[in-house]
C-alpha cells in the first residue's frame, strides 16, 4: 500500500541579509503531514537544523522576525499548507 | 489616503498640493522628510540601498495609514517611500498629514513615521570604506514607537 500521508507545503521567502546569508531568495519547503499542529517556531527549528548559516542567523540571539501571507506573527503562530513564511532581521526603514 | 514604494525621487510640494486638493477644511499640513546622511555609526557613507518586501510593505504601509486616520483628528494622510541605492541628500521617504489643526497634524505625522520604522518591511544597507553593510535595528526607535 502506498504511503498517502498528506504533506505540507510551504513557501518560504527569505529578505535582506537573510537572504544574503542562505544565497536564494526563496523556497518550497515539504513537510509530513499527520503531526501536531506546526508552528513558525516548528519551522524556525527545522531550517536551524540545517547548520552552517541557517544554524548561525536563525540561532539564539539573533533577532529574526517572521511574516505569514504578509501579516507579522509570533513564534506560536500555526503555518498552515500554501501559507507564504517569510523570515527577515529586524526592519531598518524610513 | 495613499502610499506608494517606489524607485524614483518625489517632488514634495507636488506632493502635498495633490493631498490637500484644495480642501477648505484643512489648516494644518504636517510633513517629514527622510534623507541619506553621509556618516552613520562612524562610518562614512557613499551609498545606501534600501529592500523592501513587495505585497507586504504596501500592506504594512497602508495599516499604518489607517492606523493614524483612527487615532487622530486628520483629514487625509500620504507615505511615500523609496527602494534601490541613493547616495547621501537624496530623499528616502516623505510622510505628509492634513488636518484641521496643527497638533493633530504633528501628533499623526510622528506616529506614522515612529510607526513606519518599526513596522514596515524595509531594510537598509549601507556601503562604507570598510565594506557593506546592513544597517542593524535601533532599540531608540521601538521606544520611540512604543510612546504611541
Not at chain 1, 527549528?45 to 548561525?56: K, M
Not at chain 2, 540601498?49 to 505585497?55: I, K, S
Request: hydrophobic residues 45%.
Amino acid at each position: 500500500m502506498r504511503d498517502t500521508a498528506p504533506t505540507t507545503t510551504l513557501h518560504i521567502v527569505y529578505l535582506a541579509r537573510l537572504r544574503e546569508a542562505f544565497g536564494t531568495t526563496q523556497e518550497r519547503l515539504a513537510l509530513a503531514g499527520g503531526a501536531a499542529p506546526t508552528t513558525v517556531a516548528d519551522i524556525v527549528a527545522l531550517l536551524r537544523q540545517r547548520g552552517g548559516a541557517y544554524a548561525t542567523e536563525l540561532g539564539a540571539g539573533r533577532a529574526v522576525r517572521v511574516a505569514v501571507n504578509h501579516t507579522m506573527v509570533t513564534q506560536d503562530a500555526v503555518v498552515r499548507p500554501g501559507d507564504e513564511l517569510a523570515l527577515f532581521p529586524p526592519v531598518t526603514g524610513g | 489616503m495613499a502610499v506608494r514604494v517606489q524607485t524614483a525621487d518625489f517632488d514634495v510640494g507636488r506632493e502635498i498640493a495633490l493631498l490637500r486638493g484644495g480642501d477648505k477644511r484643512v489648516g494644518a499640513v504636517a510633513s517629514f522628510i527622510g534623507t541619506v546622511r553621509d556618516v552613520n555609526d562612524d562610518a562614512t557613507v557613499s551609498t545606501l540601498t534600501l529592500e523592501h518586501y513587495p505585497g507586504m510593505t504596501e500592506k504594512a504601509l497602508e495599516a499604518i495609514v489607517a492606523e493614524a486616520k483612527s487615532r487622530f483628528d486628520i483629514y487625509d494622510a500620504l507615505v511615500i517611500h523609496r527602494v534601490g541605492t541613493l547616495v547621501p541628500t537624496d530623499q528616502i521617504v516623505l510622510v505628509v498629514v492634513t488636518g484641521a489643526h496643527r497638533e493633530t497634524a504633528f501628533d499623526a505625522c510622528r506616529f506614522l513615521m515612529d510607526y513606519l520604522k518599526t513596522r514596515a518591511p524595509f531594510w537598509k544597507k549601507e556601503e562604507t570604506p570598510q565594506g557593506v553593510r546592513w544597517v542593524e535595528a535601533r532599540a531608540s526607535d521601538d521606544e520611540a514607537a512604543a510612546r504611541w
